[in-house]
Each structure stands twice: as C-alpha cells, then as structure tokens.
C-alpha cells in the first residue's frame, strides 16, 4: 500500500487535485485547485480563520470520511470564513464547494 497518492479528480470538466496521506491509525485526504481545498476532519477551521486570517485561505472540512469519494459527497461540517466569501457554506457538499473555487 502507498503511504501517499496525488490523483487528478475532475469534477464538471475542471480538475482537482486529489492527495492521501495514511498514518499510522489515520488517513488525511484532501482536494485542492490553486485558490482552495476542502479536507477530512484533521483540518483545523478556527485555526485558519484566526491564527492564519491574513493568508485568506479558502477551504472546507469534513468529518467522518475515509475516502475520496466520500470526501467529494459528504456535506460539509465547517468552511473558512474565505470560502463563506465565495459562497461555500458548512452543509454544502465537498465537490459543490469546489466547484465555487474555480
């Protein structure tokens, strides 16, 4: 088994980039186009939009995924306050909210 896989996703003709890390006794996924990503639950959201504000990152976060594919389905539990700006909202699918990030 790879430790790490980076995968092209297309989702509405635009591709994504589509990365998994295992670890011992978890997976980080995450998918990502140059102005975002949404990730598994490991992503720390109040994190980004306090300590990291000034770098206006755009991302999503999900919880209780495992894989890609449920990653890309699931709706999302928390986004950035960045990605609110761009109209991704907590509840909104994973690849909806990629699809504002193109």
Do not use: W
């Not at 980076?6 to 990502?32: D, M, N, Q, W």
């Not at 991704?88 to 990030?101: C, E, F, N, Q």
């Amino acid at each position: 088994m790879e430790l790490v896989t980076v995968s092209p996703v297309e989702i509405e003709g635009h591709t994504f980039i589509a990365t998994t890390v295992r670890l011992p006794k978890t997976t980080l996924l995450t998918v990502s186009n140059e102005k975002g990503y949404i990730m598994c639950g490991a992503l720390d959201v109040g994190l980004l939009n306090e300590k990291l504000k000034d770098r206006h990152i755009i991302a999503g976060r999900a919880v209780g995924v495992k894989t890609i594919e449920q990653l890309l389905e699931a709706p999302l539990e928390s986004v950035t306050y960045e990605a609110e700006k761009i109209g991704v909202t907590a509840g909104m699918r994973g690849k909806d909210a990629l699809l504002k990030m193109v």
